[in-house]
């Protein structure tokens, strides 16, 4: 359940969301997604959408179509999400490099591969709005670093869309635009890092 929760994320700019177990971050991305039942108030959302949950959803295909989803093949764009989403060294190490099939009836990817080929898909997507809920947990520190830096930070490919991040990594927080703070489904504090810590 959340309660009096009111917020606003612009083009370019990185809104995090920070709280115990329970506090209702996922929650705020499901009422994103239109799938929480609303009692009052709107939620208004302007322009796609791709979404990169916890536990990193793959198809029964190879790891190029798990990332294309459908979309035409761009080589540009399609390398520098490889290389932003850390997914180079572990192509190479696949008997078919992008053209391996993954999923069930193909090559097991660890936790953390599944969670970049994920957030590649989403990068991939070229959506306006991004919301990733908690992705970063699912992978090593350092590769947690990168991915932040290349792709939601403030050089990274997606530095002019609207983002979203769930994090318990409180050392991205200073380079977001807005923190929020939530607990039992409330807003608790919300302002930039700084403001929140003085």
């Given at each position: 359940t959340l309660k009096d929760i009111s917020l606003v994320v612009p083009d370019g700019s990185l809104f995090a969301i920070v709280g115990s177990v329970g506090s209702g971050k996922s929650s705020i991305i499901s009422a994103i997604l239109g799938e929480m039942y609303r009692v009052k108030g709107t939620v208004t959302v302007r322009g796609s959408i791709a979404y990169v949950p916890q536990t990193a959803w793959?198809?029964?295909?190879?790891?190029?179509?798990?990332?294309?989803?459908?979309?035409?093949?761009?080589?540009?764009?399609?390398?520098?999400?490889?290389?932003?989403?850390?997914?180079?060294?572990?192509?190479?190490?696949?008997?078919?490099?992008?053209?391996?099939?993954?999923?069930?009836?193909?090559?097991?990817?660890?936790?953390?591969?599944?969670?970049?080929?994920a957030i590649a898909r989403a990068v991939y997507s070229r959506a306006e709005i991004y919301l990733f809920d908690d992705p970063l947990s699912a992978v090593d520190a350092h590769v947690g670093r990168?991915?932040?830096?290349?792709?939601?930070?403030?050089?990274?490919?997606?530095?002019?869309?609207?983002?979203?991040?769930?994090?318990?990594?409180?050392?991205?927080?200073?380079?977001?635009?807005t923190v929020l703070t939530l607990a039992d489904g409330a807003m608790c504090e919300m302002g930039t890092y700084s403001e929140l810590m003085d």
């Open positions: 793959i198809m029964n295909a190879t790891v190029r179509e798990n990332i294309l989803f459908g979309k035409p093949y761009d080589e540009r764009y399609y390398a520098e999400t490889l290389r932003a989403c850390c997914l180079n060294t572990d192509l190479e190490m696949l008997p078919g490099g992008d053209q391996t099939e993954i999923g069930e009836r193909g090559i097991n990817l660890s936790g953390g591969q599944k969670q970049r080929v990168h991915i932040f830096e290349h792709v939601m930070g403030s050089n990274g490919l997606l530095r002019t869309k609207a983002r979203i991040l769930v994090t318990h990594g409180i050392h991205f927080l200073p380079e977001a635009s």
